[in-house]
């Protein structure tokens, strides 16, 4: 735990100093939804077409956060500086994940409101649509680590990390749609098979955070 | 998964008067190109041993193997007892490397790059804290401890990666180059720092033949 809070604490304090990942995202995020209010030429979005919307959107603006989670470590040397250390190296993984976990939350508590205001008449489903995107977070967190770090071991970190990504986040897209749409129906939010979706996205966290607790060890030799 | 259940902070048993270093026909390919040739040397606890050789032969690869964070392909490595590469879990916390780029995070300072380290490797915080400021002290950083390390001379970062270096007091040295960047009044300031003790065995890879020689027990060339 003590290494796992000292990267954790190392990141947060480089991005608050930095700023290099949550303010890109926040902007990026806008623009995609700038970019869906006059590609569907829409003022308002409801159901499966909401869902697909938000959903797609935090999915994108994650990819740079995924992009950047392992530059310091690469560039900077802490990749040999914690394989020097007497820790576990799942540690790394861990508190990259939880640091991508809270930059998708911090991103969200922008995008979202945002999100309402370019898209919703109501907002009476944002409330249970903080489980979803909780699940969600962890999701995209334990898979962004794991991509980040096969990515970050190649030359072709920028164009790896979303070609291998994206495929297996489709589980997670179809489950997370799946959840939101009810909730964001025009006559107001609905729980139609929103249990057996938050089921489906527990499930994928858990394979994800185990196959990333499973591997990490491995990706880290020469 | 490399030992995930043995606690990596125990001791090795290692027998009075075992070498800090036996190295038998050590070896490391990227492929097909040769980056280290077989290499044998045995080192004493105590003692120095410069590795000397022209560019590309072979003596940061050395370091990095020594130092548990690349594989040998061939031969046979004991580093303060533990043999390589199964038991590298072993080693982890016990050696001090400091290699061609700083271990530092270019947005943290010197102290906060030093107290991360200091957690990473389990000691005590006040403690950590007080040798911080000490290894700063004396390296002449006190002054710029709370700069980021983005901002320092290349000189500068030197210093404080030698203190990241031995801030854990590691019982071998792996040193690529600690004098490069500084100037004689540094290499004054840092040498008591990496000098080998009683019980603390370095390797110093160097460009610096007559330097390298002066302060070396052994000698290894490289290509």
Known sequence: ?222 | MEAATQDPTTPPETSPGQPALALEGLSRDFGDRVALGPVSAELAAGQTLAVLGRNGAGKSTLLRILAGLLRPSGGEARVLGCRLPGETWRLRGRVGYLGHRPLLYRDLSPRENLVFTARLHKLELAEAERRIGELLAHVGMERRANSRVAELSAGMVQRVDICRCVLNRPELLLLDEPDSHLDQEARELIEPLISATGTRARVLVSHDRERALAAADLMLELG
């Open chain 1, 1 to 222: 735990m003590s290494a796992l809070g000292a990267i954790l604490g190392k990141d947060l304090r480089v991005e608050l100093r930095t700023l290099r990942s949550l303010p890109a995202m926040a902007l990026f995020a806008t623009a995609i939804f700038i970019s869906f209010r006059f590609a569907l030429d829409r003022t308002s979005l409801e159901g499966d077409l909401a869902a697909g919307v938000l959903v797609t959107t935090i999915l994108l603006a994650a990819l740079l956060a995924v992009s950047r989670l392992f530059v310091s470590e690469s560039e900077e040397g802490g990749f040999d500086l914690i394989r020097l250390a007497p820790v576990d190296r799942t540690a790394l993984f861990a508190a990259k994940a939880a640091a991508l976990w809270i930059y998708l939350a911090a991103l969200e508590l922008v995008a979202v409101p945002l999100f309402a205001l370019f898209f919703l008449d109501s907002g009476a489903g944002l409330l249970p649509l903080v489980a979803v995107l909780v699940l969600v977070n962890v999701g995209l967190a334990a898979t962004g680590a794991l991509i980040s770090t096969i990515a970050t071991m190649s030359t072709a970190r920028d164009l790896l990390a979303p070609l291998i990504m994206l495929p297996l986040l489709i589980p997670l897209v179809i489950a997370a749609s799946g959840a939101v749409e009810p909730l964001l129906d025009a006559g107001g939010p609905g729980y139609h098979h929103f249990g057996r979706w938050l089921a489906v996205l527990g499930l994928y966290d858990l394979v994800f955070l185990a196959v990333g607790y499973a591997v990490f060890d491995f990706l880290l030799e020469d």
